[in-house]
């Protein structure tokens, strides 16, 4: 955990209804290879979403890319929806963290980029191709295509979170913002 090194960031994710968020360090994100792998092999909609694996850096390149900044802001967001209301709820806060990661762009932090939470389900159904993608300045890739090993991350930090075995379960949901 971190004192927050940029009060104007505090302040937009506070205004944006964003208010369990912790400073921390990228370097303190685990990445790892077999989250790459879980991708690969056993999730439904590998190939099938551009802000998803195969379409992303290696996973070398991903823990290289968190090696070019110093500041990372945890997001955690709880679904606290029924099942059939989550892809709204997804997509609502998907725009809503792209909009925030923009003004903190605006805000002189040029190197601001958002890692989301869920894969990208702004169009209802995707391209499956990132050339294709409709709204290409809102695709950006989750925690988990950046490889990194959310569960240990988050709960190295403090965050108890657990694989929710019920789809009624209200999921727990993790965003990171690179800053500079
Ligand atoms: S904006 Fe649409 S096409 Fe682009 S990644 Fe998201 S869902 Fe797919």
Redesign the pocket.
């Known amino acids: 955990m971190k004192i927050s090194p940029f009060p104007e960031v505090d302040s937009i994710l506070r205004q944006a209804g964003l208010c369990d968020c912790l400073w921390v360090a990228p370097s303190s994100m685990t990445v790892s290879q077999w989250v790459r792998m879980k991708c690969m092999f056993g999730c439904p909609d590998y190939g099938k979403?551009?802000?998803c694996p195969p379409h992303v850096p290696s996973v070398q390149e991903c823990r290289e890319l968190l090696g070019e900044y110093s500041h990372a802001v945890l997001i955690h967001l709880v679904c606290d929806v029924h099942s059939e209301e989550r892809g709204s709820w997804c997509a609502s806060y998907q725009k809503l963290l792209v909009e925030a990661e923009r003004q903190v762009f605006l805000a002189g932090h040029e190197k601001a980029f958002l890692l989301s939470f869920d894969n990208?389900?702004?169009?209802?159904e995707?391209?499956?191709d990132?050339r294709?993608?409709?709204?290409?300045y809102?695709?950006r890739p989750t925690m988990e295509a950046f490889a990194i090993d959310v569960y240990s991350s988050v709960r190295r930090l403090g965050y108890s979170i657990s694989v929710k075995k019920d789809r009624e379960e209200k999921p727990d949901r993790f965003a990171l913002l690179l800053v500079e």
């Not at 990208?120 to 209802?124: E, K, Q, S, T």
């Not at 294709?132 to 290409?136: I, K, N, S, T, V």
């Open positions: 979403n551009a802000s990208c389900n702004l169009c209802g995707c391209t499956a990132p294709d993608c409709r709204l290409p809102m695709r």
